[in-house]
Structure formats: structure tokens, C-alpha cells
């Protein structure tokens, strides 16, 4: 704290405004052109003379503000007139010192700026980190991780949609005895259910129509490392039997071959769904369940974990600045209180989605509004900023694929099935839903 910029071109005046401000215990680095100013993130306040001889201080103060720079400003000028201090105030100066003014005046002036709350969050998050959270509950996620990479007992995340599962799987994986062979993450959702098996154990040449050549499963695909079974409570029940099996005795036939392969890979499976409930319906195997849940690893929802709100915001807009090449540098207190309080249905996706919408709007420095829909809002953006990630590296068709299902997944589950009813909402006919259904392999 108490970096101060001065700027002003008399040199008498610059080097006796700078004893003043040394000896009231503050740093100051003088200059007498902002052409010599290449870097303002280290300053925590502005002193700036209006009339300078290159340029003039609003003109500055102008392009201080585009380029989203907010530090508060003392403006110090001669010519304290109403244009000037008009000028001043649009680029958001409310202190003025009219020339000449007392050393009293000035240290009052610098010693309030400097004691109030610095105007946002900024942002400060070691690049190489791939995971926040400092909140108790979260230290009892990451112990647990540790000792999951330390063993390698079959791992099983629980939590909602959007809480980390995936990246957690991905970080014991990493840290463990495995991280140097493959991880293999696979969507037990997102595949039909036919494929699914073939997609997990691969299959012989002529096992079906169209398996043209011998074809390797992810469970080989992962020999030696881990094999992530993503999204596991939507597993269909029938091949659930084939897993368990496979889990039992650590080896498989691909399909159409009667060779018995071995496979030596760790499972971490994850899922949102709540799997007791479906023992007890009836759609899940229990016995499959305690074969995949040797660590049971609950990541709690982000309104349960509040306190980590503010680095989770702080490490997105680093991320985003990073990828959109914007220079957003944090969020204003009224931002971040819509943050405090909101519900966060898609928990750490939807924040992450939120805050990288923002980061592209914002054209100052700090995000001043999230714009978070009101509770109990529900729409298709809602959903989808909820359920469904964006990144710039996925091709737009794989994209809607991806939103339609999810939104496919949603209106029959809100509308419990109820096809003619979805299709009217979609403006579709019901075989064409149906057909869709199919596609995706979710409601048939
Ligand atoms: N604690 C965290 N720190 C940083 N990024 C996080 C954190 N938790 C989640 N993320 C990020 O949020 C996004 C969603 O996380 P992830 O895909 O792991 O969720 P999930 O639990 O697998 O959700 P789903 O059940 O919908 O598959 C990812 O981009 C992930 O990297
Ligand atoms: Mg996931």
C-alpha cells in the first residue's frame, strides 16, 4: 500500500509535493510527462496536474478510464474552473485541490483515498493454478483427493451439476501413480446405449453392422492409467452387470471375440445423480455401487461454499483475460455481492460462464454487474448457462449438439416424459422428437 504516481510538469512544484508526501511515509515515483508511465497496475492513487506541457491531464484521464483503469485520482490544478472540474468529475475525479493548496490539505486528502476500501477485487491469481477453493468444506474435498491419488481404490465423485467433478477426477489422476499413462474420460450419458458398450470394451470385425475393423475400447485405450467413467448414474442397468464384471475380475471381451483380455486401469466414476435414490427405484445395482464407491468423494455446491466466491471470480476474469486478451481486472463491491447471494444452480459452470459473459461486456476495468437472473427465474439461457460449458476451442456443430440434448434432457424430465407436450413446446412433431430422443439416447 501507498504507491503514489505524481505527475505534473513544474519541477519545482513536483520535487516539494513529493517531500511532503516522502515524508508522510508514502512512496511516490515523479514524473513530468504520462508518456513516461508505462505501467500503472502498482499505484494505489493518482496525483495529477491538469495543465501539463505535452498533453493535457483530462486527456489522460480520458485514456486512463478507456483502458479501464480506476485508481482513485487527486487532480491538482491552477485552473479549477467549471469545465475543468466538469471534465475532471465525467472521468470519475471527485478531488480537486485548487493550486496553491497547504501540505495539510493535500496529506488529508491523500490519507482518506489511501484508507478507503480499494474500489474492487483485483485480480491476482497464479497462472499455474488449476483449481481454487479455501473453504472449509473444500479442504475436506482436497484431503480426500490426496488420498485418493495415494491409493488406487476405485474412486467415486458425487455432486451437482457444475461443482468440479470432472476437474477433480482429472487432478487425482495427476497426482497419482498413473499420471504418466492415459486418462481416459468417458460420457455414460452422452452415448447410446448400444455404442456405449462397444465404445467401452471395443468390439471384433463384423460384431455388428458397421464395425468394419477391430476396435480398441477406452478400457484399453487406458491401460495403465485411469479410466474415468463420467455421468455413471446414467448408465443403462443392463450394462451396469457388464461393468460390475468387469470391476470383479479386472478383465473383458471385446464384443463378437471370445478372447478374455486383462486391463489393469483405476476407475473414478462421477455422477450428480443421487444414487441410493436409484437403488432403491430400482436403477442402480447396489452391488455396483459399493464396488465403485471405495472412496466416496462429495463435492458440496457452491452456495454451500460461499467464502470461495471471490478467488473463483478473481481466477475466471485472470482466465478469460487470458483467452480473450481483454484486461478486466476485477469486479466492483455491488457486483460481487450479486455474486454473495445468488443461488448458483450450475455452481462453478455457470460462475465461470457468467464471469467470462461479463469479461467480454465490461468496458471499463471492473465488472460492475453480473447480471444474474432473479431467483426462480427459469429459462432455456438460464439452463444453459448452467449445464452447458463453453469453449473456444469446440466446433459449433458439436456445440448444439450438446445444448440440444441438455435441453432435450430437461424438457422431458420437467415434463416427465410427456412427448407431445415437449414437442409442442418445441415446435416440433412427436416423431421428430422422438427420433431426436433416440439420437441421444436419453428418454426412449
Ligand atoms: N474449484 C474450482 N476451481 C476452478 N475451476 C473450477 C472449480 N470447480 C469447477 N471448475 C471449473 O468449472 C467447470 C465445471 O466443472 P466440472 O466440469 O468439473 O463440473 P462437473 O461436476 O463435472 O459437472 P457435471 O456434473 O455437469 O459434469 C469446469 O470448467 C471446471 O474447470
Ligand atoms: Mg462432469
Known amino acids: 500500500m501507498g504507491n503514489i504516481l505524481l505527475i505534473e510538469d513544474e519541477r519545482n512544484v513536483r520535487y516539494a509535493l513529493k517531500r511532503v508526501l516522502q515524508e508522510a511515509g508514502f512512496s511516490v515515483i515523479d514524473v513530468e510527462d504520462p508518456k513516461d508511465v508505462s505501467d500503472l497496475k502498482d499505484f494505489n492513487l493518482l496525483i495529477l496536474d491538469l495543465k ?6 483530462i486527456d489522460f484521464l480520458k485514456d486512463l478510464r478507456e483502458r479501464g483503469i480506476n485508481l482513485p485520482v487527486i487532480v491538482i490544478t491552477a485552473y479549477a474552473n467549471p ?9 470519475g475525479v471527485i478531488d480537486i485541490l485548487k493550486k496553491p493548496f497547504s501540505k495539510e490539505e493535500l496529506l488529508e486528502l491523500v490519507n482518506r483515498l489511501m484508507k478507503e476500501e480499494t474500489p474492487a477485487l483485483k485480480v491476482e491469481v497464479d497462472p499455474q493454478r488449476v ?18 491419488a495415494a491409493t488406487d481404490m476405485n474412486v467415486l465423485l458425487t455432486g451437482e451439476t457444475g461443482v468440479g467433478k470432472d476437474l477433480l477426477a482429472r487432478i487425482i489422476h495427476e497426482n497419482s501413480a498413473r499420471k504418466d499413462h492415459p486418462f481416459v474420460a468417458i460420457n455414460c450419458s452422452a452415448i447410446p446405449e448400444n455404442l456405449l458398450e462397444a465404445e467401452l470394451f471395443g468390439y471384433r470385425k463384423g460384431a455388428f453392422t458397421g464395425a468394419l475393423r477391430d476396435t480398441k475400447g477406452k478400457i484399453e485405450a487406458a491401460e495403465g492409467g485411469t479410466l474415468f467413467l463420467d455421468e455413471i448414474g446414467d448408465m443403462p442397468y443392463s450394462l451396469q452387470s457388464k461393468i460390475l464384471r468387469f470391476l470383479e475380475t479386472r478383465s473383458f471381451y471385446r ?3 471370445d478372447r478374455e483380455r486383462k486391463a489393469n486401469v483405476r476407475i473414478i466414476a462421477a455422477t450428480n445423480r443421487d444414487l441410493s435414490r436409484m437403488i432403491g427405484e ?42 480473450f486478451g481483454t484486461e478486466v481486472r476485477g469486479v466492483t463491491e455491488g457486483a460481487l455481492k450479486e455474486a454473495m447471494d445468488y443461488e448458483w444452480k450450475g455452481n462453478v459452470r455457470e460462475l465461470k460462464n457468467v464471469v467470462y459473459k461479463a469479461v467480454l461486456e465490461t468496458k471499463s476495468g471492473y465488472i460492475e454487474s453480473l447480471n444474474l437472473s432473479g431467483p426462480g427465474k427459469e429459462d432455456l439461457e438460464g439452463l444453459i448457462t448452467r449445464c452447458v460449458e463453453i469453449t473456444p476451442e469446440e466446433d459449433l456443430k458439436s456445440l448444439v449438439l450438446r445444448v440440444e440434448r441438455k435441453v432435450l434432457e430437461h424438457l422431458m424430465t420437467k415434463y416427465r416424459g410427456n412427448k407431445s407436450r415437449v414437442a409442442q413446446i418445441l415446435g416440433m412433431s412427436r416423431n421428430t422428437l422422438k427420433t431426436k430422443l433416440k439420437k441421444y439416447g436419453v428418454w426412449q
Request: glycine share 6%; charged share 35%; hydrophobic share 35%.
Open 52 to 57: 501539463l506541457k505535452t498533453t493535457s491531464g
Open 83 to 91: 469545465e475543468n472540474i466538469i471534465s475532471a468529475s465525467r472521468y
Open 131 to 148: 483449481i481454487v477453493g479455501e473453504s472449509e468444506r473444500m479442504m475436506e474435498v482436497f484431503k480426500k483427493v490426496g488420498l485418493a
Open 255 to 257: 464384443l463378437g471375440d
Open 282 to 323: 430400482g436403477k442402480f445395482r447396489e452391488d455396483l455401487y459399493y464396488r465403485l464407491s471405495q472412496i466416496v468423494i462429495e463435492v458440496p455446491p457452491l452456495r454451500e461454499r460461499r467464502e470461495d466466491i471471490p478467488k473463483l471470480i478473481e481466477f475466471f476474469i485472470n482466465k478469460a483475460n487470458e483467452e
